[in-house]
């Protein structure tokens, strides 16, 4: 396994439009994370799936933001209608719950949004 | 709250030398800090990692400490490389495996 990794690495679209980005862990990995970090910030958290489920959305994730884990598997993160605000990078994490690593994150690459 | 704060915002130093870079946090309940470097466009790369009961450990040209008493904890980076150019990013667990991330500190090693 070649750890996490997401797609699309860039992405430009104009304010308004609709992306889709997607994020496949680790294969063992029963947590996914999704995280998004602005210039010179560190990564805010938007929410987690543990399996399918997921368990915990921060305030930051708007109604415009929707993710999913349908299999738990890969995940989807959806944002609607984007704004410039929403121009970041989005990262993605996965963990595995228990054992001598418990807890730990690896991270994907990230997929840098530019909403124009 | 929880919070994690890193200094300095930003460094600059020469190829060759060494440099330290602190971190402070009030997390709690505290599970576990880590230092992960960050590469331009790039994710997060996790360097070490410590538990409470722990107060060093080293990974290569990097060696952490953690006092968890003042719950401080700092990275020093020796003989410094171009390549350590990146962001330093200071992140402390709560014992639910939430993460809350510092700021990060900018480092820029110059020839």
């Known amino acids: 396994d070649t750890g996490v990794s997401q797609d699309p690495r860039h992405k430009i679209t104009k304010r308004g439009q609709n992306v889709t980005f997607r994020c496949d862990p680790i294969s063992e990995h029963n947590r996914l994370y999704w995280y998004r970090q602005t210039l010179g910030q560190g990564p805010e958290f938007l929410t987690y799936f543990q399996n399918e489920a997921q368990l915990e959305k921060s305030r930051l994730l708007s109604d415009r933001f929707s993710a999913e884990r349908p299999k738990g598997s890969f995940s989807t993160l959806e944002i609607q209608r984007t704004e410039q605000g929403d121009s970041a990078m989005y990262l993605c994490a996965s963990s595995l719950k228990g054992g001598p690593r418990n807890y730990e994150q690896y991270f994907g690459p990230g997929t840098r949004l530019t909403v124009t | 709250k929880n919070q994690v704060e890193q200094s300095p915002q930003s460094l600059i130093i020469l190829e060759g030398k060494n440099c330290t870079l602190q971190c402070n946090y009030t997390v709690s309940p505290f599970s576990n800090l880590r230092w992960y470097k960050q590469d331009t466009g790039r994710g997060p790369v996790s360097l070490t990692i410590m ?33 350590d ?12 495996g939430k993460l809350i991330f510092g700021q990060g500190t900018e480092l820029s090693v110059k020839p």
């Open chain 2, 85 to 96: 150019s990146a962001s330093y990013i200071c992140v402390v667990s709560d014992q639910g």
């Open chain 2, 51 to 83: 538990t409470f009961s722990e107060n060093t450990k080293s990974n290569g040209r990097y060696t952490a400490t953690l006092d968890a008493d003042t719950k401080q904890s700092s990275l020093h980076i020796t003989a410094s490389q171009l390549s």
